[in-house]
T-cell receptor
Framework: EPEVTQTPSHQVTQMGQEVILRCVPI?????FYWYRQILGQKVEFLVS????????KSEIFDDQFSVERPDGSNFTLKIRSTKLEDSAMYFC?????????????FGEGSRLTVL | AQSVSQHNHHVILSEAASLELGCNYS??????LFWYVQYPGQHLQLLLK??????LVKGIKGFEAEFIKSKFSFNLRKPSVQWSDTAEYFC???????????FGTGTRLTVIP
C-alpha cells in the first residue's frame, strides 16, 4: 500500500538553527499538508499546499515557516530560526484529486526537539 | 465560529467493556465527518468516515459511529474493546468544499487487559 514517508524521524537542534523536514507524499496525490502535535496536545493544522502554492495556512505558520515542493516528489517544511516552542511532532499528509477533503494519508512524523 | 468538542479527555476501560467517545461540532453548513486514530508511537490513520446516507457508519477494527444531525454529534462506539485499541482518537468534521482538516482535542483511550 502506498504511504507517505518522512525524514528525519527525529531531529535535535539548537535554538536559532534552521531545520528542514522532508516528506515524500503518495505519488499521484496533489494536495499536501503539514500538521504538528506538541507533546500531550492536539494535532494542529499548519499549512496546505496545492498546485505549487500555499492554499491555506494557520496562525502558527508565521514568517519563520516555509514550504516547498522542490522537485515534484518531495514536500519540505523549513523552520528558519527554531524556537523552544517549535519542539513537536510534525506530520506530513497528502490526498489525491478524487479524495474528499478529510481523507488524508499521514506520514509517521518527524519529531523535532529544540534545545 | 467552527469548533469541535471531544468531551472525554482520557477514558480507561477494561477489555471487553463497551466504548463510546463523544464528538460534537459547531459548523455552519454541510459537513463530512471523520474519526482518526493514533496508536502509540504511530501516525494518524483514518478509522471511519461519514459523507451521506446511512448515519450509522462502520469502520475498521469493529468501530462504528453515528451521525445525529439534530445533535451535531458523531460519537464513536465499539461494543467490546481490546487492549490493542489503546490509542488516541481524534474527531474531525470538515465542511463540504473546504480544503483542510481540523482535529478535535482528542480522547486518549487506555484499555486495561
Amino acid at each position: 500500500e502506498p504511504e507517505v514517508t518522512q525524514t528525519p524521524s527525529h531531529q535535535v537542534t539548537q535554538m536559532g538553527q534552521e531545520v528542514i523536514l522532508r516528506c515524500v507524499p503518495i505519488s499521484n496525490h496533489l494536495y499536501f499538508y503539514w500538521y504538528r502535535q506538541i507533546l500531550g496536545q492536539k494535532v494542529e493544522f499548519l499549512v496546505s499546499f496545492y498546485n505549487n502554492e500555499i492554499s491555506e495556512k494557520s496562525e502558527i505558520f508565521d514568517d519563520q515557516f516555509s514550504v516547498e515542493r522542490p522537485d515534484g516528489s518531495n514536500f519540505t517544511l523549513k523552520i528558519r530560526s527554531t524556537k523552544l516552542e517549535d519542539s513537536a511532532m510534525y506530520f506530513c499528509a497528502s490526498r489525491g484529486r478524487t479524495g474528499v477533503t478529510g481523507e488524508l494519508f499521514f506520514g509517521e512524523g518527524s519529531r523535532l526537539t529544540v534545545l | 465560529a467552527q469548533s469541535v468538542s471531544q468531551h472525554n479527555h482520557h477514558v480507561i476501560l477494561s477489555e471487553a467493556a463497551s466504548l463510546e467517545l463523544g464528538c460534537n461540532y459547531s459548523y455552519g453548513g454541510t459537513v463530512n465527518l471523520f474519526w482518526y486514530v493514533q496508536y502509540p508511537g504511530q501516525h494518524l490513520q483514518l478509522l471511519l468516515k461519514y459523507f451521506s446516507g446511512d448515519p450509522l457508519v462502520k469502520g475498521i477494527k469493529g468501530f462504528e459511529a453515528e451521525f445525529i444531525k439534530s445533535k451535531f454529534s458523531f460519537n464513536l462506539r465499539k461494543p467490546s474493546v481490546q487492549w490493542s485499541d489503546t490509542a488516541e482518537y481524534f474527531c474531525a468534521p470538515v465542511l463540504t468544499g473546504a480544503n483542510n482538516l481540523f482535529f478535535g482535542t482528542g480522547t486518549r483511550l487506555t484499555v486495561i487487559p
